[in-house]
């Protein structure tokens, strides 16, 4: 199984009134969403199964990979990262998953991955974290594929 970390690109700060669910990509989060779409979508295999938070900025992120997605409450602002490894059926799933979801919830689950413990590594925005196993369902198979930021993407 692959798992595929992609932290929602840059958001504007929540105005008076609205709930952190509605804030929405910048004019730079919407490029860095397309270059990272632009990547991933050259990168994954067809049949990879995409989550997404219910939060706009997540879903305006996802949205420019140009690809069918769900859409999973569980992978909301402040997800624990157990519900999210569940979500995928990790480590069973034997197909490639991209979650496309929120800090710091993202960067526990990559540590948990990488250490076994829950720390609170910093993903940054619109970056993607590639989880690959040498043995499909051997969680202590995984090991980093890639990392990729928006502003490494050709242009």
Not at 62 to 72: N, P, Q, S
Not at 78 to 87: H, Y
Not at 138 to 154: F, I, Q, R, T
Request: glycine share 6%.
């Amino acid at each position: 199984m692959d798992l595929i970390l992609w932290r929602h690109a840059e958001a504007e700060d929540a105005a008076p009134g609205m709930t952190d669910l509605e804030r929405a990509l910048t004019v730079k989060g919407q490029k860095q969403a397309r270059r990272m779409g632009q990547w991933l979508n050259s990168q994954l295999p067809d049949s990879c199964r995409i989550l997404s938070s219910p939060a706009v900025r997540t879903l305006q992120t996802v949205e420019a990979l140009g690809r069918k997605f769900k859409i999973h409450t569980d992978l909301a602002p402040g997800a624990d990262p157990a519900d999210i490894l569940k979500a995928v059926n990790w480590p069973g799933n034997k197909e490639s998953v991209l979650v496309v979801g929120h800090q710091p919830t993202l960067g526990q689950v990559a540590s948990m991955l990488m250490t076994g413990d829950d720390l609170e590594w910093d993903i940054r925005k619109a970056s993607a974290w590639w989880f690959a196993q040498r043995e499909p369902g051997e969680p202590l198979s995984v090991y980093l594929k890639a990392v990729m930021a928006a502003d490494l993407v050709v242009k």
